[in-house]
Structures are given as C-alpha cells and as structure tokens.
C-alpha cells in the first residue's frame, strides 16, 4: 500500500484525489452548515471527514484503476487496431481505385481496338462481296455472251439450211422447168458410169 501511495504521488494523481476530496468534504460541510444555520465550522469534524473521503476516494482509485486501466487501454489499443485497419482499407482502396483507373484506361483502349477492328473487319467483308459480286457479274456476262454467240450461231445453221433447201427447192424447180428427157437419161448414165468407176 505505501508503494503504491509513492506511486501516486509522484504521478499526480494523489494531488487531484485529495483536491477532490477536499472540494466534496467542503460541499458536505457547506451543506450541513446550512442546514445547522449558523453555527461556527467544526474544524475537527471537517478533518475527520476529509480524512474518511480521502480514503474512499483511495479505496475507489486502488480498486477501479486497474480496471479503468485495462479499459482505457483495451479502448487504445481498439482505437489503434481500428485506425490501423482504417489506413489499411484506405490503402487498399487507393490501390484498388488505382487498379479500376489503369483498367478503365485499358478498357478504353481495348474498346477502340475491338472498334477499329470491326471497322476494318466490315471493310474487308465490303471488299470480299464487292469482289465476288464483280465475280459473278463477270460470269453472268461471260455465260450470256456464250449463250449469244451460241444462239448466233444456231440462227446461222438454221439460216444456212433454210437458205440451202430454199437453194435446192429453187434448183429443182429451174431443173424441172428446164430440163428435157434426153437430159435426164444422159445424166443418169453419167452418174451410172461414175458410180460403176468409184467401184
């Protein structure tokens, strides 16, 4: 017990306890000198109660400190943990805010990218359809040109023919009119002469 008064002493607090219990001994006496109206201060009864709440305040300061101690330290350290944990999510969110930054900046280029490359894209299939529709134009032109020059072709035969049957007709018609019956004999023994040579 005299090591820990020593101990407070020196840290002060025995000064603040006894201004305490002076500051209530006196309130107790003011009080109770108004209550017994005029009489004059008991200066050993203000004593002897300065000396009892002097002891309870010790008793209270023994007993509660340790405990108010732990308190007020557990409370510290809590409050250290908490600011600690604080700095660190605050660190973390800067961090992480720097990480959304970096990738919102990527997502922007990565979004330009993927735009330029579908431009290029759609450009290239424009090309490829332009080209194959050239293509088949060219192929459609080329198949129809054939089917003229054969359908040509074909009106010529036919105009060939027309012309030689009407040629034929026509020759049969001047060899008939023309021709005599000594004619005819005579060219059917030239084609029977010629006919026995081939042989």
Not at 114 to 128: P, S
């Amino acid at each position: 017990m005299h090591a820990s008064l020593k101990k407070m002493m020196k840290s002060g607090l025995f000064a603040s306890l006894a201004g305490v219990a002076f500051s209530l001994t006196w309130l107790t006496n003011a009080f109770a000198s108004e209550a017994e109206a005029a009489q004059p201060i008991n200066w050993l009864d203000f004593g002897e109660r300065t000396v009892a709440t002097t002891i309870v305040v010790v008793v209270l300061v023994k007993l509660l400190k340790k405990p108010i101690a732990n308190f007020l330290n557990a409370r510290r350290e809590e409050i250290k943990r908490l600011l600690a944990e604080l700095e660190t999510k605050t660190a973390e969110a800067k961090a992480e805010n720097e990480r959304a930054q970096v990738k919102l900046a990527t997502l922007e280029e990565e979004t330009q990218k993927i735009f330029d490359e579908l431009i290029a894209e759609g450009e290239a299939e424009k090309q490829k359809i332009i080209e194959a529709a050239h293509r088949e134009a060219a192929y459609i032109q080329q198949q129809a040109e054939v089917a003229i020059e054969q359908e040509v072709q074909l009106a010529r035969d036919r105009l060939k023919d027309e012309v030689a049957d009407l040629s034929v007709a026509a020759a049969e018609s001047i060899i008939q009119k023309k021709i005599r019956a000594e004619d005819q004999r005579r060219l059917i023994d030239e084609f029977m002469t010629k006919v026995v040579e081939a042989k």
